[in-house]
């Protein structure tokens, strides 16, 4: 770009150009890669990327690592498909589990050689970062790790929150932070309520969401008290949202957190079996009340259970079904069309339980990181 254009209009310029290109510019002058490489750029950029969904699961071809496929989330969906090859880093996990998603970056959690780690992948620019977890001289509790990204400094953190419920109802939180490349503790800024977390979280905007419960309530056998634990990513702060009763006296194994676009979305399954989810929205924040906006329903003709996993854009859920078309020990991905109470399948069979989707968007987040106490590695 000619040197007679000022600088502010190339980054004009530059900001509306594709990931792939921006990799490429990167290379171009230390200018412009000092300016990709910063933090409001990549901030800003993301603001203008379209919404893809990424989906994992594992089929009678794959390993234990699973497939992993991501899919413009347009008006031709499903048409437009990339199969992921995952980085050495995350093939090598054992038990490895998608934590969350947020700001483009997807957060796994697993062991390799007896070590416990935190591997954080950016898809669109094909990075991954390996965190260290911090050493553990209690084995026995239970421990929940969360993940976001800072909307404001798009800086990544990583949350363990440890629950000693075996012996009290006491609970510990640190953070890593990816700028410090340290861990903290934030035990002080835990809520003063018992609580006890539900794995998956979601994050909407600078929040990090779970569905908690009273563990007290619960062991008195009084009735349930279910609620939503809030971390704030930016000033890292926790907070409790209050469900509507009919919600909050529900049984916890039988709600699930989730969000679409960006409203926050709790789901209520009738039953252990999974024969029907309602669907539970707030609109414009958590000061409001939730309201049911529909419910998926398995036909009666049906012998299976349904699992809401996340919804796409224009707010359709994806669905797990299991036992589909009477084929035992396989489960199918699906979209359920509430206006028209319809399933459409999406041609993708799996072993049950074995499917996860999330929607996420193209970003250049961990694009300059690099520190001699992570490894950094580039799957290009």
């Not at 230390?30 to 901030?43: G, P, Q, R, Y």
């Not at 390993?63 to 990339?82: A, C, E, M, N, W």
């Not at 070590?115 to 260290?132: A, C, D, G, Y």
């Not at 489960?331 to 499917?355: R, S």
Request: hydrophobic letters at 40%; charged letters at 20%.
């Amino acid at each position: 770009m000619s040197d007679e254009i000022p600088f502010h209009i190339q980054e004009l310029i530059i900001k509306r150009l594709p990931i792939v290109s921006l990799l490429q510019f990167r290379a171009v002058s230390k200018t412009w890669k000092s300016l990709i490489d910063n933090s409001n750029f990549v901030a800003a950029h993301s603001v203008t990327e379209s919404q893809h969904l990424l989906i994992r699961y594992e089929d009678k071809e794959s390993d234990t690592v699973g497939k992993y496929l991501s899919f413009v989330d347009d008006d031709i969906f499903p048409h437009q498909r990339f199969v992921h090859t995952l980085p050495h880093s995350i093939k090598l996990l054992k038990n490895a589990n998608i934590v969350g998603i947020s700001f483009g970056i997807v957060c796994f959690h697993g062991y390799n050689l007896g070590t416990e780690m935190v591997v954080l992948w950016n898809p669109s620019i094909r990075k991954s970062i390996i965190v260290p977890m911090p050493n553990k001289f209690n084995l026995n509790p239970e421990t929940n790790l969360c993940f976001g990204v800072s909307p404001v400094t798009t800086d990544p953190k990583i949350v363990e929150i440890t629950q000693f419920h075996k012996t009290s109802y006491h609970c510990e939180a640190n953070v890593y932070t990816m700028s410090s490349g340290n861990w903290r503790n934030l035990s002080n800024n835990l809520p003063s309520k018992p609580f006890h977390i539900i794995w998956p979280q979601v994050v909407v905007d600078r929040f990090i969401y779970w569905c908690a419960f009273d563990p007290m309530n619960v062991d008195s056998e009084l009735p349930n008290h279910n609620f939503i634990l809030s971390f704030d990513i930016t000033n890292e702060s926790f907070g409790v949202v209050e469900l509507p009763d009919s919600l909050s006296r529900h049984s916890p194994k039988q709600l699930c957190i989730s969000m679409v676009r960006e409203s926050l979305v709790m789901l209520e399954y009738d039953s252990y079996q999974k024969r029907a989810c309602s669907v539970w929205m707030i609109e414009n924040g958590v000061e409001k009340s939730f309201t049911k906006r529909f419910t998926v329903e398995a036909p009666q003709y049906w012998s299976m259970s349904i699992t809401t996993l996340g919804f796409r854009k224009n707010a359709k859920p994806m669905v797990e079904v299991e036992n589909a078309h009477m084929c035992y020990e396989q489960g199918a991905l699906m979209v359920y069309d509430p206006n028209i109470e319809c399933f459409k399948y999406l041609g993708m069979y799996g072993k049950p339980g074995t499917f996860f989707v999330h929607s996420y968007i193209d970003t250049l987040v961990l694009i300059g990181q690099s520190d001699r106490n992570i490894e950094v590695e580039d799957d290009v």
